[in-house]
């Protein structure tokens, strides 16, 4: 039996494919598309999946949608009449878009499913999930347990902006929920907003900025804007926001209470208030993340929790979970935004709506790795890079690895193209960018040459899951990037009094440890556990850079430039490796040298994105 999940129309929209339980296939529309977080019908991606299952759109069992329009205009409407007479303006303007497009939702869907080959007649074969429940479901489901907690947080869905549930071999129950306004990740939002940067793809800009200020406006935070419970519930004060009614995320009375204004642009100079306001906001996020995985244990006695949402991302507050230790084992979902609700709906209503037993995979989770998407052929790759002009050697697998891992310790950057791309927000060895973490320079190069976007920006390990521990102070399975640990402590670099007097972004050029590009200024890094199992080309490569250097860590950030998906297809790979300072691009078998190509070929990447 195939089930088709779908998330759509709002940021993220993704398709993913389930055959008898299991994950065939799944991957976000942007990555056809070129628009980053594209929220059109993901068609790209149902096509795909289709594909990948060798099936039409026809044979399906069941089509899902990841929640329910109905619910969310009704969260709307109750919103507006709450706030009334405010926000009449933000009123008008989303009025008519729901009455013309979202309210009727399910003809829409209707009427681009059958738009695909075969199409899709039959009415009762559609569905519709609950938005909480396709992130619940994503997490519990894929993951390793048997029995878990299972804790959802995001900006909101219809109602829910939190919720906490209890999963038992297929049964999955929420068991409570905060409502909108009352939201972590609105919250967080909201300073991305106030920092500068662009809501729902900023977040990330500001989980690493942090490290650079200090958490001197919490207490402001937990004594005026948020109300935090022991138990980890909310209540967040309406006076300071906008989002309700209004076209902003924070209003004058937010910004009075930190006593600057709004920084609008990211062209405006970003000051040490900027950076000790990051570092405020993570701090409350991570306290209250905390006390909810405290009481969520003390009550329900479970060692195992699963998380999904966009605050799931937060990889900072993700390590300090694990190491809290109120619950032995975590699992994250690897696409914890909306995109991810596309698998989650279809494991909902393979579990849930149609009573079909569970499967666990003996200890290993559900999403192989997270390599859910199209896969190349070496033929096809050759085929497609000699179409496009690139000029490339076919090597074998040992000689492209060993060529490969040379590059990366001759300190040059490695587009490094393989397999099938990874589903979710993180590069994992499929679609990335490479360097040695070794070299001092690599960080800086990397963000102002080839991703060209912000020198504060960290970049993450990839580290062979057997030797993690010699160089982290981690002995965990962290696959998907999603923890953050330190680096251990022999390998720390100490700092002299002059360095440890810098402030802020002038902390950036110091050299932390013996492998500096993945070292943030706290010592910390994001770490990539990578498995023989699920990637045996990149444990490869990495073994073999170990035995050139010692060292078994690579520096892995995602193959593409800031406000770019990642690429996809091997043309996608060369158009970057031509527009950035990418001197080697490796594609299955195929070596491309950046000195062998035409120069005709290059392209100006620094400004063909809008930026994210």
């Not at 299991?22 to 976000?28: F, G, M, N, S, V």
């Not at 559609?126 to 959802?152: G, I, K, N, Q």
């Not at 329900?300 to 699963?306: E, G, H, V, Y």
């Not at 507050?317 to 279809?346: E, M, S, T, Y």
Request: proline residues 5%; hydrophobic residues 40%; glycine residues 8%.
């Amino acid at each position: 039996m195939r089930i088709l999940g779908i998330s759509a129309f709002y940021h993220d929209s993704a398709a993913a494919l389930i055959e008898d339980g299991a994950i065939l296939a799944a991957a976000q529309e942007e990555r056809f598309t070129r628009k980053k977080h594209d929220a059109a019908y993901p068609r790209h991606a149902v096509d795909y999946c289709l594909a990948a299952a060798g099936c039409r759109i026809g044979d399906l069992d069941h089509v899902v949608f990841y929640d329910k329009p109905f619910l969310k205009f009704e969260r709307l409407l109750e919103t507006y009449v709450a706030f009334a007479p405010k926000g009449f303006r933000s009123f008008r303007m989303a009025l008519p878009l729901w009455i013309k497009e979202k309210l009727f939702q399910r003809s829409m869907l209707e009427k681009e499913l059958d738009a695909h080959e075969g199409g899709f007649p039959v009415r009762e074969k559609l569905l519709f999930s609950e938005h909480h429940l396709s992130h619940a479901a994503s997490a519990f489901y894929p993951s390793p347990f048997e029995e878990a907690v299972v804790l959802t947080l995001d900006g909101v869905g219809e109602w829910a902006t939190t919720t906490v549930a209890v999963g038992r071999g297929r049964e999955l129950e929420i068991l409570r929920e905060l409502h909108f306004p009352h939201s972590l990740g609105l919250l967080y939002s909201a300073f991305t907003y106030y920092t500068g940067f662009k809501v729902n793809s900023g977040e990330y800009k500001v989980m690493g900025l942090a490290p650079y200020g200090e958490p001197v406006y919490k207490d402001v935070i937990l004594e005026n804007v948020i109300d935090l419970r022991d138990d980890g519930s909310f209540h967040l004060d309406q006076s300071y926001f906008d989002y309700c009614t209004g076209l902003t995320m924070t209003n004058d009375k937010f910004a009075g209470l930190f006593g600057e204004p709004v920084r609008r642009a990211e062209d405006d100079l970003l000051t040490q208030f900027h950076m000790d306001m990051a570092a405020s906001i993570q701090a409350v996020t991570e306290e209250v993340v905390l006390n909810l995985t405290r009481a969520l244990a003390e009550e329900f006695r479970i060692p195992n929790l699963c998380m999904a949402g966009g605050v799931a991302l937060n990889c900072v507050a993700n390590g300090k979970i694990l190491r809290d230790g109120a619950f032995r084992d975590i699992w994250v979902q690897p696409a914890a935004g909306d995109a991810g609700g596309a698998i989650g709906a279809a494991l909902g209503a393979w579990h849930l709506e149609l009573e079909k037993p569970r499967r666990l995979n003996g200890g290993s989770d559900g999403m192989a790795g997270g390599y859910l998407g199209p896969v190349f052929e070496d033929e096809e790759i050759a085929r497609r890079l000699t179409a496009a002009g690139a000029r490339f050697e076919s090597l074998d697998e040992a000689a492209m690895i060993q060529a490969t891992a040379e590059a990366l310790a001759a300190e040059k950057a490695v587009g490094w193209f393989q397999g099938r791309m990874e589903f979710g927000p993180r590069a994992l060895g499929g679609r990335s960018i490479l360097g040695d973490p070794r070299s001092p320079g690599m960080q800086k190069t990397l963000n102002l040459k080839v991703k060209y976007r912000e020198s504060f920006r960290p970049f993450a390990p990839s580290v062979t899951r057997e030797h993690v521990a010699e160089w982290f102070e981690i002995d965990y399975d962290s696959p998907y990037m999603l923890l953050v640990a330190d680096v251990r402590d022999e390998l720390r670099r100490a700092m002299t009094a002059e360095e440890q007097a810098l402030f802020g972004i002038d902390k950036l050029n110091v050299p932390r440890s013996t492998i500096p590009a993945v070292t943030h200024v706290d010592y910390s890094a994001r770490i990539q556990t990578v498995h023989r199992e699920t990637n045996p080309r990149y444990h490869a490569l990495l073994e073999a850079f170990r035995e050139a250097t010692g060292c078994p860590v690579l520096v892995n950030t995602s193959f593409n430039v800031r406000g770019e998906p990642i690429v996809c297809t091997p043309e996608d790979a060369f158009r970057c490796f031509m527009g950035t300072e990418i001197e080697l691009l490796v594609v299955g078998n195929q070596v491309l040298r950046k000195e062998d190509q035409d120069p005709a070929l290059a392209e100006d990447y620094k400004n063909k994105y809008e930026l994210d």
